[in-house]
């Protein structure tokens, strides 16, 4: 929220045992399909589009090897850098990517759907190029801060129609020359689906463009007025920087918040044959996105809202969809969508203010230590969730069992008092909702700042229609999942998690048995 603050292993195998049942066309960097006899259990699906494409072979160079920044601590890479025309995009429909190269440089964009892969965490989906590039002009923040760049368009990609829905990464790679080195970047987008589905994982990426800080110190973080004034924006017409806030993770660059609080949870579903599918936070203003899928899943820091997000979260609990909240600070600020200069929807985010949930203490607080100008404009965010944001809002804690006997800890082994360390953090969820059957499942002291002592709550409550929603009351959910390729574990606030618990995999396993059946 503030930036100036510092496995089941049976299915496992059977996914792995299944890589060499589909053969492919061989592609540049990825691997030798494995082989061997598939066997389903019981909890994994005998076969699903995700299950299928997870048989397929994983790449083996898909992370950025070689990477320079502009400055020490900057977040911009000039040499090369990109952006896409849209946050997610359908099979069929066409995706624009803009490149930058300074100085003028050929390059390749090699695109991969994350995934689990046999481990991999990736699949090479096709190679793009090469291209003449050129240096594009970086234009000066304009109204309410907003940077967007207008950059001539390098290529125009049509998703294929056999690209099933996930978060995929254009690698940008400028070719070495006898006297010079290549650099790599990325640029992310979803490609999307309508099907229906048990699972559908929304990203964060309104957060993700939230604090990004290309093409300098340029986020909706850095007005002089304050960390949360109202009247400030961002655009998704720009590159990603490297992610500036809570641990140095240069790997990152170009990709959003997607492989620091995101893939460790798509890495563990996809490995296990869940039925999933992606969305970004702008294709959840239509509720008829939620609706369609058993379960719906907000992950990592999904901070900031569309108020039309909110309505639609609501029908669809309303309608009886269960909702994980795996996330923290989640639907805190208010940032309606407006066009892109040239018409393009939802292409710009700007913070109107905050949901409704803070007490009045707790709004001076904010205005004492943030911006004058906090201000709640939005509906109580805790009455979706079943807890909210409380101030103060950051540091790290353990993960404190309070209620053993409930059904998400069935085969956990965890007692009263057991505790996860570090998992919650860095931003969490606290002060329960008064919502009818909620449960708070988790409870303790999170150490604001690292030293001054707040609470969380992790909650459960029913949906009307014998649904439930959860909320594990903290950004670091995912980070007791799984641990893939290109990920590295958090620190802030003298705290970290510790990485993947069967803990955590088992209560996650036991809410979606529940959820799907």
């Not at 990825?30 to 699906?45: L, N, V, Y």
């Not at 039925?275 to 719906?296: E, G, H, M, Q, W």
């Not at 303790?444 to 001054?452: H, R």
């Not at 510790?498 to 996650?508: A, L």
Request: glycine share 10%.
């Amino acid at each position: 929220m503030n930036p100036a603050d510092p496995s089941g292993l049976d299915r496992r195998a059977f996914l792995k045992q299944a890589a060499g049942t589909l053969l492919v066309g061989t592609v540049a960097g990825a691997a030798a399909p494995e082989t061997g006899a598939a066997t389903s259990t019981p909890a994994a699906k005998a076969s699903s589009s995700i299950t299928d494409e997870n048989r397929r072979p994983g790449a083996l160079d898909w992370q950025l090897t070689r990477v320079r920044l502009s400055k020490a601590q900057g977040v911009r890479a000039p040499a090369i850098e990109g952006y896409c025309s849209r946050q997610s995009v359908r099979a069929g429909e066409k995706l624009d990517l803009f490149v930058s190269t300074a100085p003028a440089a050929r390059f390749t964009i090699e695109i991969f759907r994350t995934g689990y892969y046999g481990g991999r965490g990736a699949r090479l989906m096709t190679t793009l190029g090469p291209f003449d590039g050129t240096p594009q002009p970086v234009p000066q923040p304009g109204e309410k801060g907003i940077v967007a760049c207008q950059w001539a368009r390098t290529t125009s990609l049509a998703i294929p129609a056999d690209w099933p829905s996930g978060v995929y990464l254009g690698r940008l790679s400028t070719l070495a020359a006898a006297d010079q080195p290549y650099w790599q970047n990325y640029v992310v987008f979803i490609v999307r689906d309508t099907r229906r589905a048990d699972i559908l994982v929304q990203c964060s990426d309104n957060t993700w463009q939230a604090y990004n800080k290309w093409p300098d110190n340029t986020s909706m973080y850095t007005d002089p007025r304050g960390a949360h004034v109202r009247s400030v924006g961002a655009s998704f017409d720009r590159p990603y920087g490297k992610y500036a806030q809570i641990y140095e993770n240069p790997q990152s660059l170009g990709s959003g918040e997607w492989l620091c609080f995101e893939f460790p949870l798509a890495y563990w579903l996809e490995q296990h044959g869940y039925d999933v599918t992606y969305c970004s936070n702008s294709d959840c203003i239509d509720p008829a996105n939620l609706t369609r899928c058993k379960t719906f899943i907000s992950v990592g820091h999904d901070e900031y809202w569309d108020l039309r997000q909110y309505d639609a979260a609501r029908k669809a609990i309303d309608s009886g969809v269960n909702v994980l909240w795996l996330s923290g600070n989640a639907v805190f600020g208010v940032t309606p969508f407006s066009d892109s200069a040239d018409g393009r929807p939802n292409r710009v985010i700007e913070r109107a203010g905050h949901f409704g949930g803070l007490t009045d203490a707790e709004v001076d607080a904010a205005r004492r230590v943030l911006t004058t100008g906090f201000q709640r404009v939005g509906p109580d965010e805790s009455m979706i969730i079943g807890a909210r944001t409380v101030i103060p809002f950051n540091g790290g804690g353990d993960w404190t069992c309070t209620r053993p006997n409930h059904w998400i800890f069935e085969g956990t082994g965890m007692k009263q008092g057991d505790r996860i360390p570090g998992l919650v953090g860095w931003e969490h969820h606290g002060a329960p909702a008064k919502i009818p059957g909620l449960e708070v499942v988790a409870e303790g002291t999170v150490w604001a700042g690292g030293v001054t002592p707040s609470g969380y709550t992790a909650t459960i409550y029913p949906g009307p229609k014998k649904n439930f929603v959860f909320n594990a009351a903290t950004i670091f959910w995912a980070q007791g999942l799984s641990s893939p390729p290109g990920h590295m574990l958090p620190w802030t606030h003298w705290s970290r998690p510790h990485g993947p618990d069967p803990r955590v995999q088992r209560i996650t396993e036991n809410l979606l048995r529940r959820a799907i059946g």
